[in-house]
């Protein structure tokens, strides 16, 4: 696993550019891994050089937070880790107040996630889910509440539509409230709608995205197939459910697959790897998200950034991947543009007006010996 470190949105926040999850810590949903498995996973990423761990209240009814609250400790890493956590969801039914984005579930949430964890103070705090109704206003006063008493560092949004991340960037902005500093979304080779709204807005206003499900649920490893016999893995248990976020087997998927299986026995790498590589250097990616219940599957995914994808490699992937632009972008186009242009070349800035900034090297002597 690369060692290099980026800053986290417009954050001055350095994390590693591979993410470790923990939503598989615990076997409470019928999957995941046992807590030796989970130290495991946890123990080959620290020493690989990952410092970005990724979890939420929600996660195995608690013990995921638990357990890595407790594996960082262990370790002495509380002011290396990065820790985020996420809020949102009810874990007590017939009680409103105790899920949702409301002031009081924040308060109740943050206090509960920082026992479990062991710490006083969540890295990154993240908002889980857009809930439909308390005003973004309410929820970002809140947030800059939880930075100002010392309970938070940095605060972010998962799965919220485009215009809504827009309307909490700007309310921070205007009123002065902790910024979002990132986006935690699904993406993937099988899921790239957030390539229309999504990656300008973060590379426009100082929001990282953490990609979740960079795999689609390990479809993209290869162990599925369409007529495959047998239970390879936990989408084999959701081919008939309801829930969204598991409808992976489709004909486009199962093409994506294919040309993956192609690019990979050519290259080399796993397809996981491959996957995991596409992904982790699209526009607007900070870190993504990587969720394992073996060992050996972290191992494998660990080594994703070891290696670049040739230009050609890369049109092939997302030639099979391709999604249509849906309204209005069409009109964003070139061919369309050019006629507000006038037909003349227009840019936004020439190439190289920007240098990237990467600190790498040996650093001086302060001895004087």
Same mark, same amino acid.
């Given at each position: ?7 986290? #949105? ?17 076997? *409470? ?88 964890? #062991? ?71 099988? *899921? ?15 929001? #990282? ?21 047998g239970n390879a893995g936990r ?9 969204p976020g598991f409808q992976k ?23 996981? *790897? ?62 369309i543009q050019v006629r507000v ?29």
């Open positions: 696993m690369s060692m290099t470190y980026y800053t986290l #949105g417009n954050s001055g926040l350095r994390v590693s550019r591979l993410a470790l999850g923990t939503m598989t810590f615990g076997t *409470e949903w019928g999957w995941g891994a046992d807590r030796d498995t989970a130290r495991a996973m946890f123990d080959a990423y620290v020493e690989a050089g990952g410092n970005f761990f990724d979890t939420a209240d929600l996660y195995t009814g608690g013990t995921a937070e638990t357990w890595l609250g407790e594996f960082v400790a262990e370790r002495g890493l509380r002011d290396k880790a990065v820790i985020a956590t996420k809020f949102t969801f009810n874990c007590e039914p017939g009680n409103p107040n105790a899920g949702g984005n409301g002031r009081k579930n924040i308060m109740r949430a943050i206090d509960a996630s920082l026992r479990r964890l #062991g710490t006083d103070y969540i890295d990154l705090y993240l908002m889980h889910v857009w809930d439909r109704l308390t005003p973004a206003e309410e929820v970002l006063r809140t947030l800059d509440d939880l930075v100002r008493a010392g309970k938070v560092r940095h605060v972010g949004l998962s799965d919220v539509p485009a215009w809504y991340a827009g309307r909490a960037q700007a309310i921070a902005e205007l009123r002065g409230y902790e910024p979002i500093s990132a986006l935690q979304l699904e993406y993937s080779l099988t *899921e790239r709608t957030i390539e229309n709204e999504f990656v300008p807005l973060a590379t426009r206003h100082g929001a #990282g995205i953490m990609v979740w499900s960079p795999l689609a649920s390990g479809l993209l490893s290869g162990k599925y197939r369409p007529t495959q016999a989408l084999d248990g959701f081919r008939n459910t309801t829930h087997f489709s004909d486009r998927n199962w093409a994506i697959v294919a040309e993956l299986e192609k690019v990979a026995a050519e290259l080399g790498p796993s397809m996981a *790897e491959v996957a995991l590589n596409w992904v982790a250097t699209q526009p607007g990616v900070a870190t993504v998200i990587l969720g394992a219940t073996k060992l050996a599957q972290l191992q494998d995914n660990l080594t994703a950034l070891d290696f670049e994808i040739p230009a050609a490699f890369r049109q092939r992937l997302e030639a099979v991947s391709s999604v249509p632009a849906p309204f209005p972008h069409p009109y964003f186009g070139s061919q242009t006038g037909g003349t070349a227009t840019g936004d800035k020439p190439s190289g007006y920007s240098l990237p900034v990467l600190v790498e090297g040996e650093a001086v002597s302060i001895s004087s010996n």
